[in-house]
């Protein structure tokens, strides 16, 4: 905690809340940490049983920088969309468990159909990407003949399969400079992230409607609370945000969540106002424990990454439920866009955390893990769990 005397005592008026919001979201996001000595002991029983079916599975276990610490504790990699979509190409294992949301599971099942993508929860899916069916996509071309179609990676596969570019947070810009210019462009289906990319680009952008809900309940006002309060804190947001429009201007940094995380390692400041999905904290603070991170709202948490528990990641392992496949059809479609992107990506930034340089996880496990032998005892332990 960044304890200098002018912040310490508006902490202790409890002006806005920016401490109990630090402590709140710690509680939501960094279970495995614990706060008890049960729950640790549970955790911890968990994260070594997972640690050894990961091996025994010859899985890699990805997490989004959203999920919950304790599963980003167990994870080879967590990382924003564009950065899990290369890790799951470049992966040798047999298995992908995808802690995330299901179009990001089933982006890794389309760039490996030769890997088994499961999920912990099929029920985790994404609000933003529902707001935009294919058909829809096919209407709205009708009505803007020679549009090129750019899709934000949080949409779904069928989604995928109308649009000629696909683009993640940390790309968009790359991939709409990449379109000749005098093309129209129409983008779906984020509103914040197309509204961002048109006024970087200055291109011609129609935009969809949509929106992300964690994101659009994070309030102007209370961030200009905070920044009162922390005057020296910089303010990074994500381009989903819906105080976009009204904050692009003010935010030191608009960026994809790795680029968060690259930013505030790199950064000299030592205090950060975090506009984004409050899970990134954990990860903030885990790897830079040096510095104060605030979330610009403390309701800004996604309920669909808060379906996977770590109870679900180790019966995911177990059972090798929920396998997430695409129709070949739509895959092969909807791969012209992601390929597109993934090339047009690569040439432009490498990794902001290439593949050799992912943060070691199992710190906490101090002995190797020991082979399982399959059979009724294991998949008993996995109906223990519910
Ligand atoms: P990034 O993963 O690109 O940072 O964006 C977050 C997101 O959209 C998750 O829904």
Same mark, same amino acid.
């Given at each position: 905690m960044d304890t200098n005397g002018d912040q310490a005592g508006h902490h202790a008026e409890g002006v806005v809340g920016a401490g109990s919001a630090e402590t709140r979201s710690v509680s939501a996001h960094a279970?495995?940490?614990?706060?008890?000595a049960n729950g640790n002991s549970h955790h911890a029983l968990l994260k070594e049983k997972i640690a050894i079916l990961k091996r025994e599975r010859e899985a890699v276990i990805l997490a989004h920088n959203y999920q919950d610490g304790a599963i980003q504790d167990v994870a080879d990699f967590t990382g924003d969309s564009l950065g899990l979509a290369r890790q799951a190409q470049q992966?040798?294992? /047999? *298995?992908i468990l995808f802690c995330g949301v299901h179009f990001m599971a089933e982006t890794a099942a389309m760039l490996c159909p030769d890997r088994k993508v499961i999920v912990?929860?099929?029920? $985790?899916?994404c609000s933003l990407a529902d707001m935009i069916m294919p058909g829809q996509v096919r209407r709205w071309k009708q009505e803007h003949p020679g549009g090129v179609v750019v899709c934000y990676i949080n949409t779904a596969a069928a989604v995928k399969a109308e649009c000629d570019y696909c683009c993640t947070s940390a790309n968009g810009e790359d991939i709409i400079n990449a379109i000749p210019a005098d093309k129209e462009i129409l983008f779906v289906p984020d509103y914040y992230l197309g509204s961002y990319l048109k006024a970087k680009t200055g291109r011609n952008i129609e935009l969809w409607k949509g929106y992300c809900p964690a994101h659009a309940v994070i309030d102007p006002a209370h961030i200009e609370k905070l920044q009162e309060i922390y005057p020296d804190a910089e303010f990074l947001m994500h381009?989903?945000?819906?105080c976009l429009t009204k904050q692009m201007d003010v935010a030191d940094k608009i960026l994809s969540t790795d680029g968060m995380m690259k930013h505030v390692k790199e950064? /000299?400041?030592?205090?950060f106002i975090i506009a984004t999905e409050n899970g990134i904290l954990y990860r903030m603070r885990k790897e830079n424990p040096e510095k104060t991170f605030l979330p $610009?709202?403390?309701? $800004?948490?996604?309920h669909h990454m808060e379906r996977n528990t770590l109870e679900k990641v180790l019966r995911s392992l177990l059972t090798l439920q929920y396998p997430v496949t695409v129709e070949p059809q739509i895959a092969r479609r909807a791969l012209v866009c992601i390929e597109r992107m993934m090339e047009i990506s690569n040439k432009a930034k490498p990794l902001a955390f290439p593949a050799q340089e992912a943060? *070691? *996880?199992?710190?906490?496990?101090?002995k190797d893990p020991q082979p399982v032998q399959w059979g009724d005892h294991v998949l008993a332990a996995a109906n223990d769990l519910s």
């Open positions: 279970n495995g940490n614990g706060h008890h992966t040798d294992a /047999k *298995v912990p929860d099929l029920a $985790a899916g381009p989903e945000c819906g950064s /000299k400041s030592s205090t $610009a709202s403390e309701q $800004a948490t996604c943060p *070691v *996880v199992y710190g906490w496990l101090d």
